[in-house]
């Protein structure tokens, strides 16, 4: 089988029926899967939603390639009803969903192109207690509101052997591929340095080679991280890691510590584990960016955390385009911010506040290969700060109709 798109009420996604789209992260959530129920079809249901399903997809598998796979693993095919419409006595399905999970043989079967999806040998499908090594979807046949079964499908295969575990899809026509772009499929797969192009990829693992160094932070992660405060919450964090670092150990007053300028910058976090270890603060000027505010719970400065907080604001910095980085030294660290490449420059001058000796220091960098211009897909600069490199909202709010409903409203009231 393979993704497909076919004419309006069938498979996946019908051309021309945005309001069917969704992000598939979005997709998780209970608010779109509670309307829906996900279980596995008796036989004779089985063999009738195959045969309906065969009808907007030619190819399907037959149902006893079907049965078989459902022999090796029954975690993967799935009947689709309405909540409304369900009766567990006598359960009817109205679509239909199945994945295929691919043990290390299956995935390099897949990714070399010797996979044969209508018939798949059972011996490339991970048995139901083992960690699957990729995520096939091989079908999704779902009428209009079925289309968000895709969330209760995700739910099944976020267990924690599969909750990491990469997905892979084939489209057979380009408004497939369409449907698989809108919800977050990137066109090439990838896997263990075998490359298919023909194939589409969701990163779930998101392994910390493909993050940005301010966004590497997921929870549950081990080890170091950092990510970019977006929430109130967020900022509670910035402000008791200070409180403790400034205020506590450094004797530093209130209103110099927190000086007016908290709300007018961007702030990183950095973590061990899940627990928040250091935090450093950007501003933007004109032509300069200016890194301060940097601090590590005494507990955590026999860690790389202060390496990893600076590295993380000077590539974020970069990519917003700034190649002059600023800052104010404690004169005793000149030597750490020398490692990253500030030096202090002709004519650096030295200041005195909150009870330190500090001197000028400035990091000219190389421009960023990806750095964000004028030009640049507009989507991306509406995205949320340090998160550029995934769509947001605002991308999935395109899928909708233009409606103008502020508009419309004032037209009625009239």
Partial sequence: MTVHVSPPDHALHPPGAPEARHDIIDLRSARLARHLVLFTPAPGDLERLLDETRAALPGVADVSVVRRVMTTNPDTVFAIARRETYDARSPRGEGLTAILPLN??????????????????????????????GIYLWVIHARRRL??????????????????????????????????????????????????????????????????PYDSHRPGVTGTSVSVARTFEDLSRVIALRSAVYMAEQACPYEEEFDGNDLSATHLIGYVGDEPAGCLRIRFFADFAKIERLAVRAEFRNTRMAFALVRAGIE?????????????????????????????????????????????????????????????????????????????????SKARAVTRPSVGAKAAAR
Avoid at 111 to 121: C, E, K, Q, V, Y
Avoid at 169 to 188: K, M, N
């Fill in 147 to 212: 289309a968000a079964a895709v969330a209760l499908m995700l739910q099944r295969i976020s267990t924690p052997l599969c909750r990491d575990v990469d997905l892979f899809a084939r489209a057979a026509t380009a408004e497939g591929a369409d449907y698989l772009e809108g919800i977050g499929f990137t066109r090439g797969a990838a896997w263990r340095g075998l490359r298919a192009p023909g194939l589409h990829m969701f990163h779930r693992s998101e392994p910390a080679e493909r993050l940005p």
């Fill in 316 to 396: 974020l910095a970069r990519v917003k385009g700034y190649r002059r980085l600023y800052g104010h030294a404690q004169k005793r660290l000149v030597g750490f911010w020398s490692r990253f490449g500030f030096r202090i420059f002709e004519g650096a001058q030295e200041l005195v506040f909150s009870d330190f000796d500090y001197i000028e220091m400035l990091l000219e960098a190389e421009p960023h290969p990806q750095a964000i211009a004028i030009g640049a897909d507009p989507y991306v600069i509406i995205r949320p700060e340090g998160r550029w490199h995934r769509a947001g909202a605002l991308d999935r």
């Fill in 104 to 133: 290390e043989a299956g995935m390099q079967a897949l990714l070399s192109g010797t996979f044969d999806a209508s018939d798949p040998d059972t011996g490339f499908i991970a048995l139901q207690h083992e960690r699957p090594a």
